[in-house]
């Protein structure tokens, strides 16, 4: 047996392998003490442990069986996978729009290199193509990648560089933007856009995937299509961001760019515009406003409005229970220039904190209050305490989410220092940060095992 045919396995799993004459690739049969299991053995990530075999099932899934629970291996196939995406011409449709797609890095159609644990992206219009055929019905694709980043590691560069590049592909006469990105920071950059990249004539879709391509449960595809759907052919002129609305496989919903949150670490859906109504529904057959009339339309030119500055110097701070003046100070003392306070309630923090706030506002650090909550609204003159607290010079941020309130006062120290034209660049609404009211249907709590939600769930039928 040749290496090639142990890829990965060690130890004790190499050896079950030899002793039964079985291959990594191969078709085969495992009983194990918990009965029998068919599909493919995998390769091994070369940084696993050396007591498992992983197989694929016929469902797509993976499982491990440990070493000494297996009592046998027959094969009886061999299907070796190729690592290589296919790549097919992609067939140019003048009757079609032109839609750019970005790549930050973000696995949006992908497989995974079961030997190194590492994803292959699908990148190049072809490999697209290759891997989601039904592309070529939407829109003519063209793709550029910017970065390849994990999105943890998107910043306040990658952020303006985006802008810059968002703003020049619709000089070039792009009829809409698709921005592949990973979704644990994508509600940060889909704010940052929509302040650098204001008034756009063309949709400004940021798109993800929860799952990879490889996993049958994948929302890679479908978030795809719709996305390129939403940038070509939809009327919305905004930034967005397109993800699955429900858990299965129905629709996908279109939210603004400020008033968007991941709520969730590993749901399909756990997208959520928060405070407000997502702004569309999409899916492969149509296309509905959930806010009529609450949105730019495409103007029908290919100005756009360009502002991509970004001051660094600037934080989030999470409040909680005897917090200690000394996370201020320290702000202070390492120039910050910019605090965003997540308060509890209303808008307060603890009495201790008062004097280091009073010695930012004086020293010239601008401090905004936002609310952990996420739905509501600063309300800091209901109690003496958030009286006084905006004595101190503490800014109420109305109901800006915190991540949002974080990247605009970025945005806007990035213009300027002057304390009232900070406030009011703040506390003018670009793109629905700041609405003057939530609708009655904003905040919504599926909470399970109350009588009302059982008999909700019991009358549901698909």
């Excluded at 091994?44 to 016929?58: C, F, G, N, P, Y």
């Amino acid at each position: 047996m040749e290496a090639e045919d142990l890829k990965g396995y060690r130890g004790p799993a190499r050896d079950l392998l030899l002793r039964h004459n079985a291959r990594v690739w191969g078709d085969v049969v495992i009983a194990t003490d918990q009965g029998d299991f068919r599909g493919i053995i995998l390769p091994r990530s070369e940084t696993a442990d050396d007591q498992h075999l992983v197989l694929k099932l016929a469902s797509g899934y993976n499982i491990g069986l440990r070493v000494d629970s297996v009592q046998s291996i027959t094969e009886v196939g061999y299907r070796k996978a190729h690592y290589q995406i296919p790549e097919k011409v992609f067939p140019p449709d003048p009757s079609k729009p032109n839609v750019t797609l970005l790549g930050t890095g973000g696995t949006i159609a992908s497989r995974l290199d079961y030997r190194t644990g590492a994803v292959i992206p699908a990148f190049s219009p072809g490999e697209l193509y290759g891997a989601v055929p039904e592309l070529v019905d939407v829109a003519n694709l063209t793709t550029k990648k910017l970065y390849g980043e994990f999105s943890e590691n998107i910043g306040p560069q990658h952020w303006m560089g985006m802008a810059r590049a968002v703003a020049e592909e619709i000089a070039a006469g792009a009829d809409g933007i698709v921005i592949g990105h990973g979704t644990d920071t994508m509600h940060y950059t889909a704010a940052a856009l929509t302040f650098m990249v204001q008034d756009p004539p063309v949709p400004i879709i940021i798109v993800g995937s929860q799952r990879s391509s490889d996993r049958p449960s994948s929302d890679a595809a479908l978030n795809l299509i719709n996305a390129c759907r939403a940038a070509g052919q939809g009327d919305i002129a905004e930034v967005l961001v397109c993800m699955f609305g429900p858990t299965s496989d129905q629709y996908d919903l279109l939210h603004r760019g400020t008033r968007v949150r991941k709520m969730h670490s590993s749901y399909r859906s756990t997208f959520r515009t928060i405070g407000e109504r997502p702004v569309a529904r999409i899916s492969t057959t149509d296309y509905i406003h959930i806010r009529e009339h609450y949105h730019r339309r495409r103007p029908g030119d290919h100005q756009v409005k360009l502002n991509a500055v970004f001051d660094e110097r600037v934080t989030i701070v999470y409040y909680y229970p005897n917090m200690k003046p000394d996370i201020i100070e320290s702000l202070i003392d390492n120039g910050y220039k910019g605090i965003i306070i997540a308060g509890t309630g209303l808008g307060h923090v603890n009495k201790p904190l008062y004097p280091a706030l009073k010695r930012a506002c004086n020293s010239g650090v601008h401090v905004y209050m936002t609310v952990q909550t996420l739905w509501g609204y600063v309300q800091m003159f209901v109690y003496d305490t958030g009286r006084d607290i905006m004595e101190l010079g503490v800014v109420p941020a109305d109901n800006m989410l915190p991540e949002v309130a974080y990247v605009k006062l970025g945005w806007a120290l990035g213009q300027t220092h002057d304390r009232a034209e900070v406030r009011r660049i703040m506390l003018s609404p670009v793109a629905d940060e700041i609405t003057e009211r939530e609708p009655i249907d904003g905040y919504l709590v599926m909470q399970g095992g109350l009588p009302e939600m059982e008999q909700y769930f019991k009358s549901y039928k698909r």
